[in-house]
């Protein structure tokens, strides 16, 4: 299947601070990827829709000041969480969509904010 | 609006144990039905589907039939490894977009 890679797996940083996350499409292009969030021990929330050379489409309650969603290439695409706090850590994972539109995930990336 | 419940775990067997992890849902219409599997380090796989009801989805041994009379797609397995060892989660998609609605996760420790 295809492979998904997500960057950096974990990142700690200070409050305050912008953190990058970067989530790759490795063998296949893909015009369309989604962010998720998950809680500990909670399901997957779908934050955004992210289509290649166009704006983030973004969930109720998901603030698209807060989670900047670029998608400059068929292959990348990064959520950077602006200003982090405490509140926004958590496991963010990607996806794209592949084949018979089947969704390949990514790793994840666990932020933790101090 | 679409919710997807499945059991909490740890749920832990033995090796060659028989293997149900409940999932129900909420949604109108007739959506499609996922089962996928994270292991440790990786990230979630499809493991099977089924997109209409009475549907049987099968792989690696897995199996859910898409029940609509009771919204229900349980996994099952007849003899579980220690490999399985994993987190599933069911999900569903509905209406087409590729939006996927997923459950908490149940977390599977299979020991020898």
């Known amino acids: 299947g295809a492979v998904v890679s997500q960057h950096p797996s974990w990142v700690i940083c200070k409050s305050g601070t912008s953190v990058k996350i970067e989530c790759r499409s490795l063998?296949?292009?893909?015009?369309?990827m989604f962010w998720y969030r998950q809680f500990p021990k909670q399901s997957l929330m779908l934050m955004a829709t992210?289509?290649?050379?166009?704006?983030?489409?973004?969930e109720q309650g998901v603030e698209k000041d807060k989670f900047l969603i670029n998608h400059a290439s068929l292959t990348l695409s990064t959520l950077t969480v602006t200003s982090a706090h405490p509140e926004d850590s958590s496991f963010y994972i990607c996806?794209?969509?592949?084949?018979?539109?089947?969704?390949?995930f990514g790793p994840g990336t666990r932020l933790t904010v101090l | 609006g679409d919710s997807v419940t499945q059991m909490e775990g740890p749920v832990t067997l033995s090796e060659e144990a028989f293997l149900t992890i409940n999932c129900t849902y909420t949604?109108?219409?007739?959506?499609?039905l996922f089962w996928y599997v994270q292991y440790p380090g990786e990230g979630l796989q499809l493991l099977l589907k089924?997109?209409?009801?009475?549907d049987k989805g099968s792989n690696k041994g897995f199996e859910a039939t898409y029940r609509k009379e009771t919204t229900s797609f349980h996994l099952e397995k007849g003899s579980v490894q220690v490999s399985d060892s994993a987190v599933y989660f069911c999900?569903?998609?509905?209406?087409?977009?590729?939006?996927?609605?997923f459950g908490t996760g149940t977390q599977l420790k299979v020991e020898l």
């Open positions: 996806s794209n969509i592949a084949g018979e539109n089947e969704q390949f």
């Open positions: 063998d296949f292009q893909a015009t369309t």
């Open positions: 992210s289509n290649e050379g166009s704006k983030a489409t973004y």
């Open positions: 949604a109108t219409g007739y959506p499609s």
């Open positions: 089924a997109t209409k009801a009475d």
């Open positions: 999900a569903l998609s509905r209406g087409g977009g590729n939006k996927l609605t």
